[in-house]
């Protein structure tokens, strides 16, 4: 079993910053595939960003290309997502995710693809 807390939320004016923590445990995040989702009051959970298992593939949503950033550190078993030029927009509960999976494996875009979540983080944007 897979247990992921997000941490780093809050509040912040469009053009700001925002680094998000996604601390794993049970199992180390080297052996899993990780994503960050985010879902808007009334709208569907959307992917934002991903990143194999083996670190070697990152992908993110065009939405945040050039904004986001994903990594991963072993020796903190996290997962952060740095995100930088907030708009509005980007207002949303922000959610970590993980799947086992195996060394070679493609990256991974849709939540379902995901078994074990995080409670999510608040990520509010003004303008």
């Known amino acids: 079993q897979v247990q992921l807390v997000e941490s780093g939320g809050g509040l912040v004016q469009a053009g700001g910053s925002l680094r998000l923590s996604c601390a794993a445990s049970g199992r180390t995040l080297s052996r899993l595939a990780t994503g960050w989702f985010r879902q808007a009051p009334g709208k569907e959970r959307e992917f934002v960003a991903t990143?194999?298992?083996?670190?070697?593939?990152?992908d993110y949503a065009d939405s945040v290309t050039g904004r986001f950033t994903i990594s991963r550190d072993d020796a903190r078993n996290t997962v952060y997502l740095q995100m930088n030029s907030l708009k509005p927009e980007d207002t949303a509960v922000y959610y970590c995710?993980?799947?086992?999976?195996?060394?070679?494996?493609?990256?991974?875009?849709?939540?379902?693809?995901?078994?074990?979540w995080g409670q999510g983080a608040q990520v509010t944007v003004f303008s």
């Open positions: 990143i194999s298992r083996s670190g070697g593939n990152i």
């Open positions: 995710a993980a799947k086992y999976t195996i060394l070679t494996a493609p990256n991974y875009y849709t939540a379902a693809d995901f078994p074990f």
